[in-house]
Structure formats: structure tokens, C-alpha cells
């Protein structure tokens, strides 16, 4: 082996030793979890495919996933991930993950995927927790063009999303617009 190669595999070792010592540490959280009070129980993963490529993700994130959804369902919870960020190409493994709920999945401006393609990769049974993004409320944005993509992303999940303001609405926001939304939401 060349010096790379063999370096590359060094750094291979220590990260999925790495890997190992996090689930250990995560495995009886997870168990706790599984017993404790509340219906819902969320990796607070943050995932997006720039921070976590598809590889990887198929590779060591979707088998934790399935390992540990699976406790949780004994333990009569549903099971989130946050997953943030860039999806697209994330977005075909997401049905095989086991999760009942991808919590905070924000569409396009803010991220790279449409609502329709996000729900066209939920399996049967899997929810997002999707929203319009909060850049909107704080860019010269129309209410119009902030209601066309609210009913977007409605009319793309229909009962099988949770709607909110995508991430955290910033303190430079129109909150008068988030106000309309919610008004718009409530009549519709």
C-alpha cells in the first residue's frame, strides 16, 4: 500500500472506532428513552448530505437508524431525526430509515430539495415536520409568495406533515407575515 492508502485507512479505523463509541454511549439513552414518558423521541441529528454524504449515510447512519427505531417502537414511540439542511441526496434512503417523523426538514429557497420531492421520498406511515423557510419572513418576501409555497407544501404531504416556520424565524422577520400565515393556515 501506498502511504495514502494506508494513512486513509488509519483514519478509516479511528472514525468508525469513533462510530462504535458513540453508539455504545447512545445505546442505553436510547433504551431510557424507549421507557420514559412522551410519544415521541428525536435524534437531534441535524443532518443535511454536505455534512453527512450519501455514502456515509448508507453506510452508517441508515443502520443506526433501523437499529434504534426499532428499540423505540418496542417502547411504544415514534422516532424523529432532525434532518435540516440539503437533503437531496439523502432523499431516497429516508423511507428505509425506520423514522416515523423527519423533524425540521425545510424546503427550497433555504434548502435543495422541493416539498413534493420530500414527499414523494416519505415512506408509508413517515410524517415531516416541514414549514415554509423563516429567510422568507425577512427578505422582502410577498405574503402571496409566502402563502403559495405554505399551500405548497400542504398540498404536496396533505395530513402527513407537521407545519411550522422552517428553522428558527430571525429576529429581523416580518412577524406581521408569520401572523398572516398563521391566519391563512387557520381559515384554510
Known amino acids: 500500500l501506498s502511504s495514502s492508502a494506508a494513512a486513509s485507512d488509519v483514519y478509516k479505523r479511528q472514525v468508525e472506532g469513533l462510530l462504535e463509541a458513540i453508539e455504545e454511549a447512545n445505546r442505553p439513552i436510547i433504551e431510557i428513552a ?29 443502520p443506526y437508524y433501523q437499529r434504534y427505531t426499532e428499540v423505540l417502537r418496542r ?25 416515523d417523523i423527519v423533524d ?7 434548502n435543495d430539495y422541493e416539498p413534493e420531492e420530500l414527499a414523494e421520498a416519505l415512506g408509508p406511515g413517515q410524517t415531516a415536520w416541514c414549514g ?17 409555497l405554505n399551500d405548497c407544501i400542504t398540498d404536496a404531504f ?18 406581521g407575515q408569520v401572523a398572516e400565515l398563521a391566519g391563512h393556515i387557520n381559515g384554510r
Open 158 to 175: 396533505g395530513d402527513r406533515v407537521i407545519l411550522n416556520v422552517g428553522d428558527q424565524v430571525p429576529p429581523d422577520a416580518d412577524i
Open 34 to 62: 424507549a421507557k420514559a414518558p412522551g410519544e415521541v423521541a428525536i435524534f437531534g441529528d441535524n443532518i443535511d448530505n454536505v455534512t453527512v454524504s450519501p455514502e456515509f449515510f448508507r453506510k452508517y447512519s441508515l
Open 75 to 99: 417502547g411504544g414511540k415514534k422516532a424523529a431525526a432532525h434532518m435540516d439542511g440539503r437533503l437531496k441526496g439523502l432523499l431516497p434512503m429516508i423511507k428505509d430509515t425506520g423514522l
Open 104 to 110: 425540521g426538514a425545510t424546503p427550497a429557497p433555504m
Open 132 to 148: 415554509v423557510p423563516a429567510s422568507m419572513f425577512c427578505r422582502g418576501t410577498t405574503i402571496e409568495e409566502i402563502i403559495a
